[in-house]
T-cell receptor, first 113, second 112 residues
Framework: DAGVIQSPRHEVTEMGQEVTLRCKPI?????LFWYRQTMMRGLELLIY????????DSGMPEDRFSAKMPNASFSTLKIQPSEPRDSAVYFC???????????FGQGTRLTVV | DQQVKQNSPSLSVQEGRISILNCDYTNSMFDYFLWYKKYPAEGPTFLISISSIKDKNEDGRFTVFLNKSAKHLSLHIVPSQPGDSAVYFCAASDTGNTPLVFGKGTRLSVIA
């Protein structure tokens, strides 16, 4: 398996634009997570899914953020409209179950100007 | 309130010496602890773990120690190598099928 695959690796966008980050988890993993890494907060959990169902989105900062998992092999994190303070590295991770070792993708570095 | 705390943002160690990275947690329900390593422009990768039924787990140069009464764990790297320079994240979980909770990370620099 190629591991967790995220796209794009880098995204630069203007404030107010819609941004969509994509993730393909490891096949067979039942849990998928979206994390955001910043200097101030470290790795913070935004949302996680079990068996494609969103379980906890309390980490999503605002209504501008939304995430979907239409099937077991694909998830998106959307920011609409984007703001400069959303600039960060966004990681997708998957694991067999929610509380076991998570495998991370390489991340998407988002810059909102 | 942070449930997993890594109070040292950075650490510098000479090559060949021991690196000790520390982590404290507040949630007494945590029973599984992990360390991740992260290089620039890459995602975190799993390094070593320990369950609450143990107080030590060793894997080559890496050893994790758990002190449940103090709610403290540490990662020892002996001997440290320049390739160990990275950000190290401590993480914890409980048996309730809830996600890992991460600390903010400690940046380790191993100086040749």
């Amino acid at each position: 398996d190629a591991g967790v695959i995220q796209s794009p690796r880098h995204e630069v966008t203007e404030m107010g634009q819609e941004v969509t980050l994509r993730c393909k988890p490891i096949s067979g993993h039942n849990s998928l997570f979206w994390y955001r890494q910043t200097m101030m907060r470290g790795l913070e959990l935004l949302i996680y899914f079990n068996n494609n169902v969103p379980i906890d989105d309390s980490g999503m900062p605002e209504d501008r953020f939304s995430a979907k998992m239409p099937n077991a092999s694909f998830s998106t994190l959307k920011i609409q409209p984007s703001e400069p303070r959303d600039s960060a590295v966004y990681f997708c991770a998957s694991s067999p179950t929610a509380n076991t070792e998570a495998f991370f993708g390489q991340g998407t570095r988002l810059t909102v100007v | 309130d942070q449930q997993v705390k890594q109070n040292s943002p950075s650490l510098s160690v000479q090559e060949g010496r021991i690196s000790i990275l520390n982590c404290d947690y507040t949630n007494s329900m945590f029973d599984y602890f992990l360390w991740y390593k992260k290089y620039p422009a890459e995602g975190p990768t799993f390094l070593i773990s320990i369950s609450s039924i143990k107080d030590k787990n060793e894997d080559g140069r890496f050893t994790v120690f758990l002190n449940k009464s103090a709610k403290h764990l540490s990662l020892h790297i002996v001997p440290s190598q320049p390739g160990d320079s990275a950000v190290y994240f401590c993480a914890a979980s409980d048996t309730g099928n809830t996600p890992l909770v991460f600390g903010k990370g400690t940046r380790l620099s191993v100086i040749a």
